[in-house]
């Protein structure tokens, strides 16, 4: 049968939801109506009702973790309502049947429900499968405010394969319903074994309710074979959406520019304003010539060079090293691959690669899809040529390296000329500068590009990642690779190598608030499995210690703590022979509570390691510069390193993803009592921008992501711990996906064609213009 461990319950309950006991035929003569089986094994073809609310909520399917749900009535149309409540960070109802759904003999179709959004405003939410071997996948949506219709996302066939090199793919038919996109990177997915899916919220600000009925699965419409060809035009614009901010002609980018030029001229920005961007109606501080924090009346701040109080707000990524998109083209000469050990820049944060002639000589397609994406490439002859680039490694997606394109950087010297090499750059430094001031923001967030540095007209965060052929550990996922072993000497060496690069670009200037090392490290969850919380320490206690540095003072460590090895196995319920034994390779598979408790100490000893090498080198080359912490994500955040990073960093910093701060899920920092800062966060839409994917938070549309970047900052403002908030990022990513990974989301103040959104600058101008005001109380 099609669904093979569909029960006969299951069969049943999936008749349920149309009324009038229909036959599978139904299916044929009427494609747009849901089969019902009458008995089990009918269950052959599609369309067909999967899930019915009422009948389903009898047999127990239906589980309820901090969301609350209302029941249709027997008979009813109506879905079930769903209430996910803003005091609860991660409220979600799951559908959970007797026995799996087997969906791997069907092929090529899609899952489907109805939704009415019953909230005041826009809901983002989160749909996610799981299988029965712990595998999931996890889809997300925002519908407009009043929405009634149909949200679907292809499941199975090559519609629903993500493997183009982009976070969204396009709208695979034409349809009035939403798709929903995933959340970011995935998982295989195991169809023979669904056991559960799963409708949540995460960290919203405000009470959410949907109504959600008539989960079915359908065959996937034949829209052709060319539904990803030529999807973006000569200025890197999606070629088969309508969007307001389209431009056609390079006369009309010029005329854009030389528009909003005039304005940035006659609004240069708030009048509260000190030099370095503080609170010059403010208290006067004392002044250190840096920037430093301190608590005034029971609330955090940053205070700038002259003693103003100073919170930092601005866009994160202001730079072009990563919005190049991946051209399908790749070379066979090896040369162009080479990779240096003493390099201390990461593949994504490099700037145009210029590639030979020598190298171009052996140039092939090493991805069809790809290269068919665009409508338009220059020829190498061609005076836009000068943005083609280079990628030799790559993060995710099908091309593991190859040929790159700019169309931002082509779209400003379109905009702006070339009077002399290079100048659209200049250029585009020097408006980005007095957008910074026009639109309010007082500095720049992490990852600015060091042309910067100079400026004196904007702060900035310097940045560095310490990369190199060190030891490293594996965690249970790896996000974004593997964990260093910061006890192996090497990464101490290539910690002080990055760092003495970033003081010769900063030379100690007084207009770098601080300095951000790394980004999201994979030290694990912090709740869950052991494995997921402690994952790093699990695998470096599996290392022989005469490899491993990690290892070997993990094992020093213990041996300390415990004495002879017999304590060690009383404690652990293990049974190794000697402590020789122990650090050869300890492989557990058993945790007892003694064990796990030395863990999470081991995990904390690995964090207090790295932020010890970090810490103690940036105070030897920049002693006067704040260091900001390890811009943990959520998904990153270990209580054992948050206690770790406290010993040694000015500010914390997260990154945190969500629709704002929820209190009760921050409050843990007024403890802390440190100045935390937001490394990145972002909202997109998709309804009327060029990209396909919203971004991890997504709104409704360009107004509707101008009030949640409000909601949100106004979330920040309101915690006497927060010193500031970096929006990521500047430009919107590509419409195929940036190189390193394929993010293509909206999340750009800008457009590909360096066009401001005007409700995000409006709502931006909102909130930057009274911060200080507000914020301060005076």
């Not at 409220?91 to 959004?117: E, G, K, M, Q, R």
């Not at 010029?254 to 503080?278: C, H, I, M, Y």
């Amino acid at each position: 049968m099609a669904l093979k461990s569909l029960s006969y319950a299951v069969a049943v309950a999936v008749t349920l939801a149309c009324a009038g006991g229909a036959q599978a035929s139904d299916a044929v003569e009427n494609p747009a109506k849901p089969s019902m089986p009458a008995a089990p094994g009918a269950l052959k073809q599609l369309p067909a009702t999967i899930v019915d609310f009422v009948h389903a909520s009898e047999r127990g399917w239906l589980v309820a973790d901090r969301a609350e749900l209302k029941l249709p009535e027997k008979g009813s149309a109506q879905g079930l309502g769903m209430r996910f409540p803003a005091a609860s960070h991660t409220p979600v109802l799951s559908i959970v049947p007797d026995t799996p759904w087997d969906l791997s003999s069907l092929d090529d179709y899609n899952l489907a429900f109805d939704v009415t959004n019953l909230a005041p405003a826009s809901t983002h939410f989160y749909v996610e499968l799981f299988d029965a071997h712990g595998g999931s996948q996890s889809r997300e949506l925002s519908v407009p405010e009043g929405y009634e219709g149909t949200v679907f996302f292809p499941l199975a066939g090559e519609k629903a394969a993500m493997d183009k090199g982009m976070w969204a793919n396009p709208m695979p038919w034409v349809t009035d319903e939403l798709k929903m996109v995933w959340r970011s990177w995935h998982g295989a997915l195991d169809l023979a074994q669904i056991t559960k899916i799963s409708f949540f919220t995460i960290g919203v600000l405000q009470d959410r309710e949907l109504q959600v009925g008539n989960i079915q699965l359908r065959p996937n419409p034949d829209a052709g074979q060319d539904w990803t060809e030529k999807l973006v035009d000569r200025f890197g614009q999606a070629a088969k959406k309508d969007t307001p901010l389209k431009v056609a002609s390079e006369a009309e980018l010029k005329a854009l520019a030389e528009k909003e030029l005039a304005s940035l001229a006659q609004n240069t920005g708030p009048e509260d304003r000190s030099r370095f961007g503080g609170y010059k109606d403010g208290p006067r501080l004392e002044a250190t010539g840096y920037f430093r924090t301190e608590k005034v009346d029971g609330k955090w701040w940053m205070v700038d060079p002259e003693g103003y109080m100073f919170f930092s707000h601005g866009p994160a990524n202001v730079r072009m090293s990563n919005l190049t998109t991946l051209t399908g083209v790749d070379f066979k000469d090896p040369s162009v691959r080479v990779v240096h050990a003493d390099e201390v820049t990461p593949e994504d944060s490099m700037g145009i690669v210029k590639v030979s002639d020598k190298v171009r000589a052996s140039r092939y397609i090493i991805n069809d899809t790809r290269h068919d994406m665009f409508a338009w490439l220059p020829e190498y002859d061609h005076p836009l040529a000068d943005h083609y680039s280079y990628r030799r490694s790559t993060h995710k997606g099908p091309v593991p390296h190859g040929e790159t394109y700019s169309f931002y950087r082509a779209n400003l010297e379109r905009r702006y000329g070339e009077t002399a090499p290079e100048s659209y750059v200049k250029q585009w430094e020097e408006v980005t500068l007095q957008r910074m001031n026009s639109w309010g923001f007082t500095s720049f967030g992490n990852w600015v590009d060091p042309a910067f540095y100079p400026n004196e007209k904007v702060p900035y965060f310097a940045n560095g990642w310490i990369i190199g052929d060190y030891q490293t550990l594996s965690g249970d996922t790896n996000h974004w690779g593997l964990m260093p072993d910061f006890f192996d000497p090497v990464f101490a060496e290539r910690a002080r190598a990055t760092i003495e690069v970033i003081a010769n670009d900063v030379q100690a200037s007084p207009w770098c608030v601080g300095v951000f090392i790394d980004n999201e490290k994979s030290w694990g969850e912090r709740e869950g499995t052991v494995a997921e919380r402690y994952g790093v320490i699990l695998d470096a206690l599996s290392k022989d210690a005469a490899n491993s540095p990690a290892k070997h003072a993990f094992t020093r460590r213990l041996q300390a703590q415990y004495g002879t090895v017999a304590a060690l196995n009383r404690a652990w319920g293990s049974q190794f022979e000697s402590w020789e034994a122990f650090a050869a390779g300890a492989s557990l598979n058993e945790h007892t509570e003694a064990q796990v408790a030395d863990l999470s100490s081991l995990l904390e000893a690995l964090g207090e390691q790295y932020f010890k090498v970090v810490h103690g080198t940036l105070k030897e080359y920049l002693p006067d510069h704040l260091y900001m912490g390890a811009r943990m994500a959520n998904w990153g955040m270990p209580d054992e390193i948050i206690k770790a990073s406290v010993k040694y960093s000015d500010v914390l910093s997260f990154n945190i993803y969500e629709e704002g701060m929820q209190t009760h899920q921050w409050d843990f920092l007024e403890d802390i009592d440190l100045p935390v800062v937001i490394g990145e966060f972002h909202i997109g839409a998709t309804s009327d921008s060029d990209n396909y994917h919203p971004g991890i938070v997504s709104a409704a549309s360009q107004k509707d992501r101008a009030r949640m970047y409000k909601a949100y900052m106004r979330s920040v403002l309101e915690k006497d711990y927060m010193v500031g908030a970096h929006w990521f990022q500047y430009v919107d990513e590509p419409v195929t996906g940036r190189a390193f990974d394929g993010e293509n989301a909206n999340i750009g103040f800008v457009t590909v064609t360096d066009i401001p959104y005007p409700e995000m600058v409006e709502a931006a101008k909102e909130i930057t213009f009274d911060l200080y005001r507000e914020r301060y109380g005076k």
